[in-house]
């Protein structure tokens, strides 16, 4: 953390993000800090700017730059401080029903918990225990699995389904994980917990999904063929 004092000029006092960080960056080296060291740079916004910035969040899409407020909805949120940085490895916000940051179950959304299973899986942080599609999962057959929580670790966490037999129908995946409030999702609402979620993703067949379809189904489930945060209004 390095606190540097940067000129009040108009680009600033109109909240240019860009103009923020290139001014702080000037700073630096000044302070001993190797700016070469660090991949991503994380910038707070002093308490005079929140109100002309108007969010709590912002992150370069994908990028290596984050700016925050200076407040508990800003760089004090774990959800705040995580969407953001995640939009610097490519993740979109989260939808529910088409609205965005409706999804609750996610930091990508107004969440303060781990990313979702098609974001993990988008970011290389979790592999699926299997991808099911017409070729590992014939017509008129049953698929039992014991899918472990995400919050377990990397391995085997997902369930894919590539649905390639509706043909021309075929344009989204479903991706199932099962959700636990505990370790990195200790703060996971309590809607989700021990829930299993499924998602649709509904750009095509791949992420990155801007916009996602989220709902929540029992944890026992028997697979068959069939068919920048912004700043709360006060």
């Known amino acids: 953390v390095v606190s540097t004092v940067v000129p009040c000029t108009a680009a600033i006092a109109q909240c240019n993000?860009?103009?923020?960080?290139?001014?702080?960056?000037?700073?630096?080296?000044?302070?001993?800090?190797?700016?070469?060291?660090?991949?991503?740079?994380?910038y707070v916004i002093p308490d005079g700017l929140v109100m002309t910035c108007g969010w709590v969040g912002l992150g370069e899409l994908p990028g290596t730059q984050s700016w925050f407020s200076p407040d508990i909805m800003g760089i004090f949120s774990k959800g705040t401080v995580m969407?953001?940085?995640?939009?610097?490895?490519?993740?979109?916000?989260?939808?529910?029903?088409?609205?965005?940051?409706?999804?609750?179950?996610?930091?990508?959304?107004?969440g303060d918990s781990c990313p979702s299973a098609p974001e993990l899986w988008r970011l290389g942080w979790a592999t699926?225990?299997?991808?099911?599609?017409?070729?590992?999962?014939?017509?008129?057959?049953?698929?039992?699995?014991?899918?472990?929580?995400?919050?377990?670790?990397?391995t085997g966490v997902i369930i894919k389904v590539q649905p390639d037999w509706l043909g021309t129908l075929y344009r989204k995946n479903l991706y199932l994980a099962l959700r636990v409030k505990a370790a990195g999702d200790r703060d996971l609402l309590e809607q989700f917990n021990g829930k299993g979620i499924r998602r649709f993703p509904l750009s095509g067949h791949s992420l990155p999904a801007a916009r996602?379809?989220?709902s929540i189904i029992n944890c026992n489930c028997l697979l068959e063929h069939s068919t920048a945060r912004p700043r709360p209004l006060a």
């Open 128 to 154: 699926p225990l299997a991808q099911l599609n017409s070729s590992s999962f014939p017509l008129a057959t049953y698929n039992t699995s014991t899918l472990p929580a995400t919050y377990l670790g990397p």
């Open 212 to 214: 996602s379809l989220t």
């Open 17 to 42: 993000e860009d103009a923020i960080a290139a001014a702080a960056k000037l700073q630096v080296p000044g302070t001993g800090v190797q700016m070469g060291s660090y991949t991503h740079f994380l």
């Open 83 to 110: 969407q953001e940085m995640l939009h610097n490895f490519g993740l979109f916000h989260g939808y529910k029903d088409g609205m965005e940051y409706e999804d609750y179950s996610t930091a990508m959304g107004f």
